[in-house]
């Protein structure tokens, strides 16, 4: 479990700090509004991505025949009041809300060709959140957190596609356009504790209410040649009401031996079906010596809310859908195991851990044969979709330097995620999605001196499984099929990529400034986002018949980028 929290303001002095570049800026600003008594912090992000590669974009696009522009980007903004009453309790006020986009405008190179072909894709989501948390010094040994929060995700997608061609000898256009919106809203109440009776326990219990309101789907399609012009609109929306119970322990019953143990009772009610699980925990480290232990674990989770991916091509689209009537959530075991040593080499110490795992998992839900998010509304997502069961097991190997001039990490990861559907595949197990088998990091970071640091950065990634069409015929004058073979029996390629950073620190009276020169994607590697297919076309003009064979094509976001930017911290 990752804990992360925003940091909560210095109540003394004005502090910021941010950085001017040429990929990215970014800012924070912190300081008292009453000293000892109330502060604030407030920090944003912005980046420049999609301004920054597009000449490189544009070289790779006026290499295969086409033109237009394909970027990404990212913006956010954090906030956070603190308010200090009196000595037992602290008021906090806090915001969030961050957007990315990615989009793809491309087009042949010869608009004047009589077979021209433009098409125009784009993808956002977005996650807006508020909370107010209230902490409470029971006593020396008893504290409370109890948040009242609000969350809203938004994910949506637009596509828009123009061909003009001859049509036996007179020229046509044929449009399609298509907008999809999907949304989560959770409004949540939560109390935690923390008790500490002794030193050899930490014992923390509690207890949450969340109301969920899904938004699964909602669509406008339409084309200039009559066969389709609907708004799928999604009026109402499915609510849900999430309970869950908790208590468990930090409890050390040796000098060697220490055990985490705990329960939670969940509650899940939508519409008039409810779905009650118990979900234990256990994990235990035990000390060999000083710098060799070994740690096991055990938990049963329970997921309500199901994840969907597209299995095919084109853009990358996860839909987040509840568990209903039809729909049992999501069920969960995993055992795992590991070792970590600390290794000591004259006046340098490495650690270095290895841990496997083994994770079944029941109910799953993926798209039917030929079913898409496309077209799903709130009433009609569940018949999309079918139910299967999953396995994730692996190993992770994990190798730090944690001392002297030159320190570092290689991380490795060896992985299967496997899936088998009664209605899918034949029955026959397949890989899912994100089935990764090589997972590499290599991080280098060396100290020239104390002000000057050059880092670097090499990852690795089994590329994503996905499902191609093996062939494709036409049925009467436009409808055309697709034959698909074994699901998800096609990978794309690996993604890879190495980085380099160099740093210069400089001191000042009122705080340091930090240069920076940086290399994204130093060999400039084409990753692939994703596939589409581009069906190709014959036709036929003054007596020549041109044929181009159908393609899949693949849109990569970043190539090489170097880039220079001023911190500043005062």
Same mark, same amino acid.
Do not use: C
């Given at each position: 479990v990752?804990? $992360?929290?925003?940091?909560?303001?210095?109540? =003394?002095?004005l502090h910021?700090?941010?950085?001017? %570049?040429?990929? &990215?800026s970014? $800012?924070?600003?912190?300081?008292?509004?009453?000293?000892?008594?109330?502060?604030f912090?407030?920090?944003?992000?912005?980046?420049?991505?999609?301004?920054?590669a597009?000449?490189?974009?544009?070289?790779q696009?006026? #290499?295969?025949g086409?033109?237009?522009?394909?970027?990404?980007?990212?913006h956010?903004?954090?906030a956070?009041?603190?308010?200090?009453? %009196? =000595?037992?309790d602290?008021?906090?006020?806090?915001?969030?809300? %961050?957007?990315?986009?990615f989009?793809?405008?491309?087009?042949?190179?010869?608009?004047?060709s009589?077979?021209?072909?433009?098409?125009?894709?784009?993808?956002?989501?977005?996650?807006?959140?508020?909370?107010?948390?209230?902490?409470?010094?029971?006593?020396?040994?008893?504290?409370?957190?109890?948040?009242?929060t609000?969350?809203?995700?938004?994910?949506?997608?637009?596509q828009?596609d123009?061909? =003009?061609y001859?049509?036996?000898?007179?020229?046509?256009?044929?449009?399609?356009?298509?907008?999809?919106?999907?949304?989560?809203?959770?409004?949540?109440?939560k109390?935690d504790?923390?008790?500490?009776?002794?030193? *050899?326990?930490?014992?923390?219990?509690?207890g949450?209410?969340?109301?969920?309101?899904?938004?699964?789907?909602?669509?406008?399609?339409?084309?200039?040649?009559?066969?389709?012009?609907?708004?799928?609109?999604?009026?109402?929306?499915?609510?849900?009401?999430?309970?869950?119970?908790? &208590?468990?322990?930090?409890?050390?019953?040796? *000098?060697?031996l220490k055990?985490?143990?705990?329960?939670r009772?969940?509650?899940?009610?939508?519409?008039?079906?409810?779905?009650p699980?118990?979900?234990?925990?256990?994990?235990?480290?035990?000390?060999l010596t000083?710098?060799?232990?070994?740690?096991?674990?055990?938990a049963?989770?329970?997921?309500?809310?199901?994840?969907?991916?597209?299995?095919? $091509?084109?853009?990358?689209?996860?839909?987040?859908?509840?568990?209903t009537?039809?729909?049992?959530?999501?069920?969960?075991?995993?055992?795992?195991v590991g070792?970590?040593?600390?290794? +000591?080499?004259?006046?340098?110490?490495?650690?270095?851990?290895?841990?496997?795992?083994?994770?079944?998992?029941?109910?799953?839900?993926?798209?039917?044969?030929?079913?898409?998010?496309?077209? /799903?509304?709130?009433?009609?997502?569940e018949?999309?979709?079918?139910? %299967?069961?999953?396995w994730?097991?692996?190993?992770?190997?994990?190798?730090?330097?944690?001392?002297?001039? /030159?320190?570092?990490?290689?991380? !490795?990861?060896?992985?299967w995620?496997?899936?088998?559907?009664?209605?899918?595949?034949?029955?026959?197990?397949?890989?899912?999605?994100?089935?990764?088998?090589?997972?590499?990091?290599?991080?280098?970071?060396?100290?020239?001196s104390?002000?000057?640091t050059?880092?670097?950065?090499?990852?690795?990634?089994?590329?994503?499984? /996905?499902?191609?069409?093996q062939?494709?015929?036409?049925?009467?004058? !436009?409808?055309d099929?697709?034959?698909?073979?074994?699901?998800? #029996?096609?990978?794309?390629?690996a993604?890879? +990529?190495?980085?380099?950073?160099?740093?210069?620190?400089?001191?000042?009276?009122?705080?340091?400034?930090?240069?920076?020169? #940086?290399?994204?994607n130093?060999?400039?590697?084409?990753?692939?986002?994703?596939?589409?297919?581009?069906?190709?076309?014959?036709?036929?003009?003054?007596?020549?018949?041109?044929?181009?064979?159908?393609?899949?094509?693949?849109?990569?976001?970043?190539?090489? $980028?170097?880039?220079?930017?001023? &911190?500043?911290?005062f």
């Open positions: 990752l804990d $992360i929290s925003m940091k909560e303001g210095n109540m =003394r002095e910021g700090e941010g950085a001017i %570049g040429i990929v &990215a970014k $800012i924070t600003l912190e300081g008292p509004i009453k000293q000892d008594t109330a502060s912090i407030i920090s944003a992000r912005r980046t420049y991505l999609d301004v920054l597009q000449p490189f974009i544009k070289s696009l006026s #290499s295969e086409t033109k237009g522009s394909v970027g990404y980007f990212f956010d903004l954090n956070k009041l603190n308010w200090k009453p %009196g =000595r037992r602290r008021l906090y006020l806090s915001a969030y809300t %961050g957007y990315d986009k989009y793809a405008r491309i087009r042949d190179a010869d608009n004047s009589r077979d021209y072909r433009r098409t125009e894709a784009s993808l956002g989501w977005g996650n807006l959140t508020s909370a107010l948390r209230w902490n409470h010094i029971v006593n020396d040994q008893l504290f409370m957190n109890t948040h009242l609000y969350s809203k995700y938004q994910f949506n997608v637009g828009e123009e061909r =003009r001859d049509d036996q000898g007179q020229p046509r256009t044929d449009t399609y356009s298509l907008r999809y919106l999907s949304n989560i809203r959770d409004f949540s109440l109390t504790f923390d008790y500490v009776p002794s030193p *050899d326990h930490y014992i923390r219990f509690g949450q209410y969340t109301l969920h309101s899904f938004r699964p789907g909602a669509l406008t399609a339409k084309d200039n040649y009559g066969s389709l012009d609907s708004q799928l609109k999604s009026g109402t929306r499915t609510l849900a009401s999430e309970a869950s119970l908790y &208590a468990e322990d930090d409890y050390r019953l040796t *000098d060697r055990v985490n143990g705990g329960l009772l969940n509650g899940f009610l939508v519409e008039s079906t409810f779905y699980s118990l979900e234990p925990r256990l994990a235990a480290r035990y000390l000083e710098d060799w232990a070994l740690k096991a674990a055990y049963r989770t329970t997921q309500y809310i199901h994840l969907l991916t597209n299995s095919g $091509i084109g853009l990358p689209t996860d839909l987040w859908v509840p568990a009537a039809q729909i049992k959530p999501q069920r969960a075991q995993q055992w795992s070792a970590a040593r600390t290794l +000591r080499f004259k006046e340098e110490e490495y650690e270095l851990s290895f841990e496997s795992y083994y994770k079944p998992m029941r109910n799953l839900v993926e798209y039917r044969e030929g079913a898409s998010f496309l077209g /799903t509304t709130d009433s009609e997502w018949n999309k979709v079918t139910s %299967g069961n999953g994730a097991y692996g190993g992770e190997f994990f190798l730090q330097k944690k001392t002297g001039r /030159t320190t570092g990490w290689i991380g !490795y990861t060896l992985a995620s496997k899936r088998r559907f009664p209605d899918l595949n034949q029955g026959r197990i397949f890989p899912y999605k994100y089935d990764r088998r090589h997972d590499v990091s290599v991080v280098a970071i060396h100290k020239f104390p002000t000057l050059l880092s670097g950065t090499w990852v690795y990634g089994t590329g994503n499984a /996905t499902t191609l069409s062939g494709r015929f036409t049925l009467g004058q !436009y409808q099929f697709d034959d698909y073979g074994e699901r998800n #029996s096609y990978r794309m390629a993604y890879h +990529r190495f980085d380099l950073d160099l740093s210069k620190t400089k001191k000042k009276k009122w705080g340091e400034i930090v240069n920076s020169f #940086s290399i994204y130093v060999y400039s590697r084409r990753n692939p986002y994703y596939l589409y297919f581009d069906p190709g076309y014959t036709f036929t003009y003054n007596g020549v018949t041109t044929v181009e064979k159908p393609v899949y094509r693949q849109i990569s976001l970043f190539p090489i $980028i170097p880039s220079f930017s001023k &911190a500043f911290k």
